[in-house]
């Protein structure tokens, strides 16, 4: 077991070493040095809109008013050139780990459930040991 745990090591140290993992590190310190204001308005809206929606939803007083200050704020955030970066980043990041995955998975046994392109784990089946 504790070669498994020293391989698993070794593999997080080959993902922090390259070059997407780095550039998403470094993308996260710039967003958060250039869009304070933008990050904490959007956090805002995001908190009294999850609040609307656990108090009532759509009948809720101030719905529309949470729903359109929650858009705003993340339109504003999301059209930064840095935050479209990471985002792609890290999609492209997780589609590696996802990848890297299967194919562990797939090694062990064609009936260990693992996630597939879209990062889902689908439902049904189970590992069979024979």
Known sequence: ????????????DEIRSEQTYQEIKRLDKVMLELY???????????????????EGGS????????????????????SKEEVKRYFELEKSLQDEINDFLAKISETVSPYVKSPDKM????????????
């Open 1 to 12: 077991m504790t070669d498994i745990m020293l391989q698993a090591y070794q593999v997080l």
């Open 36 to 54: 304070r204001h933008e990050i904490q308005v959007f956090q805002r809206a995001k908190i009294k809109y999850d609040q609307i929606m656990a």
């Open 59 to 78: 009948y809720h007083p101030d719905f529309k008013e949470a729903v359109k200050a929650f858009a705003e704020a993340k339109s504003n955030l999301y």
């Open 119 to 130: 990062g889902i784990i689908k439902k049904g089946g189970s590992c069979h040991v024979r």
